[in-house]
């Protein structure tokens, strides 16, 4: 699938969010599922639908115990089965596969070192890390650890995963009723950031190489 298909494929996704909130759980566990199983992580990023979706939760248009079961659950899964491609494919022929899907041998390392370091405790943190989350069960079911303890961090994994999209919906709808109901100081802010941005860039930056 082209790169072009695939953010055709979101944008419908994210249309049909819009257009059908009372469905919203079929697309959210769809691409929570998607997006840990079998490596499609690597092509499928199911960022922008859920923060979407976030935001509509925030709105009151989406249940928010529809949106973290079904979000929770797709992941949960996601990982379940990754698990046991890692598992299939052992640590010796990992880094070939990983390399198929665009993972380059640095990062592979990364997730390796990762990995080893935290145990499945990296289940419940991995996931917040672009690079890591959609290689992280597959690279741990490589090592192949105790199932029932993989599935415990796992779950929690999930569900913490699924509450931080609560969170941040909740915090950019606020922004965003901010914005609107103080026009001139969001706009004073917004100069001031740019402008401390533009300075920085010009002579930070330049102090920094003498």
């Given at each position: 699938?082209?790169?072009?298909?695939?953010?055709?494929?979101?944008?419908?996704?994210?249309?049909?969010?819009?257009?059908?909130?009372?469905?919203?759980?079929?697309?959210?566990?769809?691409?929570?599922?998607?997006?840990?199983?079998?490596?499609?992580?690597?092509?499928?990023?199911?960022?922008?639908?859920?923060?979407?979706?976030?935001?509509?939760?925030?709105?009151?248009?989406?249940?928010?115990?529809?949106?973290?079961?079904?979000?929770?659950?797709?992941?949960?899964?996601?990982?379940?089965l990754?698990?046991?491609?890692?598992?299939?494919?052992?640590?010796?022929?990992?880094?070939?596969?990983?390399?198929?899907?665009?993972?380059?041998?640095?990062?592979?390392?990364?997730v390796?070192?990762?990995?080893e370091?935290?145990?499945?405790?990296?289940?419940?943190?991995?996931?917040?890390?672009?690079?890591v989350?959609?290689?992280l069960?597959?690279?741990i079911?490589?090592?192949?650890?105790?199932?029932?303890?993989?599935?415990?961090?796992n779950?929690?994994?999930?569900?913490l995963?699924?509450?931080s999209?609560?969170?941040?919906?909740?915090?950019?709808?606020?922004?965003?009723?901010?914005?609107?109901?103080?026009?001139?100081?969001?706009?004073?802010?917004?100069?001031?950031?740019?402008?401390?941005?533009?300075?920085?860039?010009?002579?930070?930056?330049?102090?920094?190489?003498?």
């Amino acid at each position: 699938m082209e790169l072009s298909s695939l953010y055709q494929f979101v944008d419908s996704s994210i249309h049909f969010v819009e257009e059908h909130p009372n469905l919203t759980c079929f697309v959210l566990f769809g691409w929570s599922f998607l997006e840990t199983a079998f490596l499609l992580g690597l092509v499928l990023p199911a960022e922008k639908v859920l923060i979407l979706s976030s935001v509509l939760v925030a709105k009151g248009v989406i249940s928010p115990f529809s949106f973290v079961a079904c979000v929770a659950t797709g992941t949960f899964l996601g990982y379940q089965l990754s698990y046991f491609m890692g598992f299939f494919i052992g640590e010796r022929y990992l880094s070939g596969v990983l390399s198929r899907f665009g993972v380059s041998e640095k990062n592979f390392r990364k997730v390796k070192r990762f990995v080893e370091e935290r145990g499945e405790v990296s289940l419940v943190f991995g996931r917040f890390i672009p690079v890591v989350r959609p290689a992280l069960p597959v690279v741990i079911g490589a090592f192949e650890p105790n199932y029932l303890k993989f599935t415990v961090y796992n779950g929690a994994g999930a569900l913490l995963w699924a509450l931080s999209y609560l969170f941040l919906g909740n915090l950019i709808d606020k922004l965003i009723s901010t914005i609107i109901s103080h026009k001139l100081a969001s706009l004073f802010a917004l100069f001031f950031i740019l402008s401390a941005y533009y300075l920085w860039r010009k002579y930070g930056k330049n102090r920094e190489n003498v």
